[in-house]
């Protein structure tokens, strides 16, 4: 959902866009994801600039429907290029007009149905793992569903965008990484033993080890 705007966030908005004649293509100027699509930020969540355009001249938020192009110019917002379809109708568009990709293989923002791109879960995984942001957070934030992310963050979805130094978890469905307390007070309690048997030998040890294993 896009949020009301007040009369500053539309003039900040409008002042990114390069308006043209009436006919002309109108390009967002900030910006834009790997896709060509625009980028805007309102109340700490990211939008389609050519969804806030046609809100802004219909008086009405598209909610689950698709802003389509009739330009075919993704960064396009000029309110008279554009128009509203259900999924069915933009994949329709995009097979008309040669833009769907049929491959067997395909993955990613290349799926004509993906909701989201490869910068954006990027963005998903810095916020779940430097912010604490968990599923429903996220999920709210990004225009998806917590199940969504859970298959992102447990490594089901979008693997190409899994962080380098980051190893796939299960995540709970409270959004926050599972941990293995009960492993982990073991592997404390061994560290203990054996530092006790370091400093006074292995006599009368064994049995204080045993018991915590």
Partial sequence: MIPAMT????????????QGGPDECWPWTATVNNKGYGQFGLRYRLHGPHRISWMLEKGKDPGRLFVCHKCDNPPCCNPRHLFLGTQFDNMKDMIAKGRADHSKNVAGSR??????DEDRVREIWRLHLHEGLGERKLGAQFGVTPPNIHAILSGKTWKSCIPEDRTPHIVPRNGRPRQDQAGQRIAERLAWARSIIERYGSHGTTSSVSTFT
């Fill in 7 to 18: 009369p500053t966030e539309i003039r900040r908005f409008w002042a990114k866009v390069k």
């Fill in 111 to 116: 799926v004509c149905t993906a909701k989201l």
